[in-house]
């Protein structure tokens, strides 16, 4: 199957700092990749979609000048957690569709653990 | 609005089957997918629906029916390393955008 890579796989930050996310596609390539947020215990909370080549699509809510993204590639989109603060911590994880599966069946990476201090 | 309720948490034996059910109401529909999530870790693929019937793989199988916005997840022979939580998730347009809408989760504990 597809495989998709995060780095870092956790993170521990002092309050307001920046956070910068890698979500990479290794094995095919990526026109769209998804940005989820999951806290303790919850689901899986959709924050953005990530479009190369064109602005992402934010979902209501999601303040889309804390949480920067950018696909610069067919294979790789970023996210940025500006001026992080304690209630930022959560598992960030993306996902990608490859585009010639029939089912359009989203591959996980596996995930960051962000902790804000 | 668009809504998939499944139930929050479920207990089942060793050996035993269990099925998971997963409701929803969304704008358009184009494909149901079933996910597995152990703590921690990110949700792993376990099947997808898009015509009626049931798509067996394995221990796992899942049933669609689209008139009812129905579907239900099947476990068989259940074994400790089931014990997570299983998410029910809809596409609910076709085209380009391929976002996914989704349940809670069912947290699954298997019991010895």
């Known amino acids: ?117 | 609005g668009q809504n998939i309720d499944q139930p929050t948490e479920m207990t089942a034996t060793e050996g035993a089957i269990v099925q998971i059910n997963c409701t929803y109401q969304t704008s358009g529909f184009n494909g149901l997918f079933w996910y597995q999530q152990h703590a921690g870790e990110a949700p792993t693929f376990l099947s997808y629906n898009v015509l009626d019937g049931l798509e067996e793989k394995g221990r796992f199988s899942s049933f669609l029916s689209r008139s009812k916005g129905y579907s239900y997840l099947l476990l068989k022979e259940l074994q400790m390393k089931d014990s997570a939580s299983y998410l029910c998730a809809v596409r609910g347009n076709a085209g380009n955008n391929r976002k996914l809408i989704w349940g809670l989760g069912t947290s699954l504990a298997v019991n010895p």
């Open chain 1, 1 to 117: 199957g597809a495989v998709v890579s995060q780095h870092p796989s956790w993170v521990i930050c002092k309050s307001g700092t920046s956070v910068k996310i890698e979500c990479r596609s290794l094995d095919f390539q990526a026109t769209t990749m998804f940005w989820y947020r999951q806290f303790p215990k919850q689901s899986l909370m959709l924050m953005a979609t990530s479009n190369e080549g064109s602005k992402a699509t934010y979902e209501q809510g999601v303040e889309k000048d804390k949480f920067l993204i950018n696909h610069a590639s067919l294979t790789l989109s970023t996210l940025t957690v500006t001026s992080a603060h304690p209630e930022d911590s959560s598992f960030y994880i993306c996902s990608a569709p490859p585009s010639r599966t029939a089912s359009n069946e989203q591959f996980f990476g596996p995930g960051t653990r962000l902790t804000v201090l």
